[in-house]
Every structure is written in C-alpha cells, then in structure tokens.
C-alpha cells in the first residue's frame, strides 16, 4: 500500500460525457502528479502540482484540468470524453522538498475509466 | 474493432538465475532516474533511483547501472522469484521537471 488513495476504483461512462477523479496523496506529501496509461501509450504525465499550484505541465488535453486543493487533494476533471480516453489514470505524490530535490514518487491504485 | 496493445519487449528467466533488464533514455540531459515495477491490476512501484553523477546504485537484490555516454540504464534482479515477474520499466528527469517513461519489459519468472 503506497498510501495515495484514489476514487473511484472504476468509471463507466459515455461519450461527451465529464467525470471527477480523486486523489489523496501521502501524508506530508505536497506534489501530486496525474499520469494517463493506455494501451497502445504506456504512461503518460499529464500535469503535476506542489502545494497547490501548477508545476509541470505534460500532455494534457484542453478537454482536461486538474486541481489541488488546500488539503492537498487533488482532481482530474475529464470533459467531453472520447471513446480514446478510456484508460487507467493514475496519480502519484512525493515530499519533493527543495533540499531534497527530486523525489521518488508514490503511485495510487489508478482509476480505470471506460468511455462506451 | 479490436484494440492494439502495446508491443512490450520480454524477457523470461527461470526462477534463481539473474535478470537484466535494459533501457535506453533519450535526453543526455536528465540527471535522475527511476526503475519502477508494475504488477497486473496496480499502480507502477518504486525499485530503485539513480542521479546522474552516479554509475551504480545497489539495494536489496537489485542494481541498477548507468552508461550516460551511450544514454543506457539496466536494472539487474538477482536471484529472480516468481514474484519479481511484472512489467519493468524506466523513467528520466531532468532538473527536477517532469519525468518521461519508457515503454516497459515484461519479466515472466518460471518456477
């Protein structure tokens, strides 16, 4: 158990639909990373945030935001969903304290999205 | 119409004998990097890192190396168990931005 927590498990929806993803990071963790993992892309960073703002950005679509929140929960907003968005979306938090420099990451159990 | 799954390199070892599991980075750039192991159904899970100003790096049963002049990381497994099987890949950093994955190696440990 990594201790990122991620809801929900599983997400059917449909086409031009939008859905919320959440995530609680590890305790005392201040940056969150959001990642999409397809089948036919492996995993892909889509965004990341440290203590509530925008850090990185990756390859992330207009169609999606993120958030963080002052509790340091995170949302990944999906909107006018596409069949090709189906996929497990994952986020992963670390300390990523400045003396530390980079830090390893902490990976949830992700979230497998199925757009019909 | 059915969908395409990625074409993962593999690897199969039997149970006991060492794995060497390779990677090759694209930016002579990155300065830090991250082996992560992922089972079926879970999310990717840290093994071991490596900074740049680094050639090896040990931990429990595993080393990973690293050639910068070639752009090269390989994680080395000893004594493989059934359960090291998984798919294994790499992830590099540069100054402490966003990380960018390899595709990944499918390791099956045979009893």
């Known amino acids: 158990d990594s201790g990122v927590t991620q809801t929900p498990k599983h997400l059917i929806t449909a086409t031009g639909q939008r859905v919320t993803l959440r995530c609680s990071p590890r305790s005392g963790d201040l940056s969150v990373y959001w990642y999409q993992q397809s089948l036919d892309q492996g995993l892909q960073f889509l965004i990341q945030y440290y203590n509530g703002e925008e850090r990185a950005k990756g390859n992330i679509l207009e169609r999606f935001s993120a958030q963080q929140f002052p509790d340091l929960h995170s949302e990944l907003n999906l909107s006018s969903l596409e069949l090709g968005d189906s996929a497990l979306y994952f986020c992963a938090s670390s300390v990523e304290s400045v003396l530390a420099g980079v830090n390893e990451q902490f990976f949830g159990p992700g979230t497998r999205l199925t757009v019909l | 119409g059915e969908s395409v799954g990625l074409h993962l390199p593999t690897l199969s070892v039997q149970e006991g004998d060492n794995s060497i599991i390779n990677c090759a980075y694209s930016?002579?750039?990155?300065?830090?990097f991250i082996w992560y192991k992922q089972e079926s159904g879970k999310g990717p899970q840290f093994i071991i890192d490596?900074?740049?100003?680094?050639d090896k790096r040990q931990g429990q049963r595993v080393t990973v190396l690293l050639n910068k002049t070639v752009k090269h990381l390989s994680l080395q497994i000893a004594a493989t168990q059934p359960g090291d099987s998984a798919v294994y890949f790499c992830a590099e950093n540069i100054a402490g931005n966003q990380f960018y994955f390899g595709t990944g190696t499918s390791l099956t440990v045979i009893p």
């Open positions: 490596i900074r740049s100003n680094m």
């Open positions: 930016n002579s750039a990155s300065d830090y």
